[in-house]
């Protein structure tokens, strides 16, 4: 029997998180991949299950990748990465927009008052929607923003067709089992001239799937990062109009020529951390932080405070920043391929 937490999180699907691969990432197969892509559910929770709070710890509550500026602050970045999507996707107060794989509500919060719109967040992980409720509550942002559970690849059992003015999900859409189910699901319940906005991870053209080294690297960072299957971004982008959405705009992110890197936390040079604040985060992703957090990881879930299988979670996300640092550094990764598309309304 799994046990249950009242917090959502579920025993037995933290420990088999790690089973969904095989140990050597190099004798990956086929069939393991559509083994994960079956079960995208289980091997979605097992990991937000293990590694929420690690994130929240190491991170932020935003789960997501940005651009940096030089002298610019860790969670000033995040925030601005926000606002360029809300901007560019042109919301307006009083829109009621969808967050597409919500997390724990940190981009919700921020776009709720940057642009003074209606949000509705949906996520699949009970554990992550108690916390995004709670912050949410305590940011005094609850009649501003819901939460709902639900699966992004069946939105339109939800939710209403042509419901939303706008949808944007941010470093979420990546976990679908394919691009067209949940990109498909977003232009349903989208009304007519409504606008999705997404940031995705992506493999980019430069990544040969013919390359041993390539795809193992593709499989660490799935490993690392809960992912049933990493596509390219011509994948993602023929998805988009595959099911009707007119591009207005596309653009890799992560090739502007960036003098900070995206991958610059994970690194875990301390002497790279751009404002006094931001040290303490990077010293988290060097050896003696990671060294310090897992310890304590392991002993936490010996004494039952933690499920069992968490430690081996966090284990999987240093294998989480060494390959995204590596996807970064050879270009063969994008955590933010921008996407603006149109479901254009009907002539009158
Ligand atoms: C990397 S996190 C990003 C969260 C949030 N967008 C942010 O930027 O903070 C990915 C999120 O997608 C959610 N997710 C993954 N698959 C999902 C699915 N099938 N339905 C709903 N949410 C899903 C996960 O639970 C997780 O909250």
Redesign the pocket.
Known sequence: MSTVYSDGRQEKRVERYTKFWQKDLTNESEADSKNRLDK??DV??GY?DGATEL?EYGWA????FSRFYKGEGFTAALARQEHYLAAHMGLRPGMKVL?????????AREIARFSDVQIVG????DF?LGRARRYTEKAGLSDQITYVK????KLSEQFEANSFDAVY?????V??PTWEG?YGEIFKVLKPGGVFGVLEWCLTDAWDPSNPSHKELAHQIEFG?GIPELRTLKVARQAMKNVGFQIEHDEDLAARPDEIPWYYPLEGDIWKAQTAWDYFTVWRMSWSGKLVTHTAIRAMELFGLLPKGTWEVGESLKVAGDSLVKGGQTKLFTPMYLMIGRKSAPPN
């Open positions: 995208y559910t979605v929770n937000y994130y509550q935003s789960f997501h967050d597409v794989g919500c997390g724990i509500g940190g981009p949906i996520n699949n992980n992550q639900g699966d992004f690849m999900a941010i470093d979420a859409t976990y679908a949940v990062n």
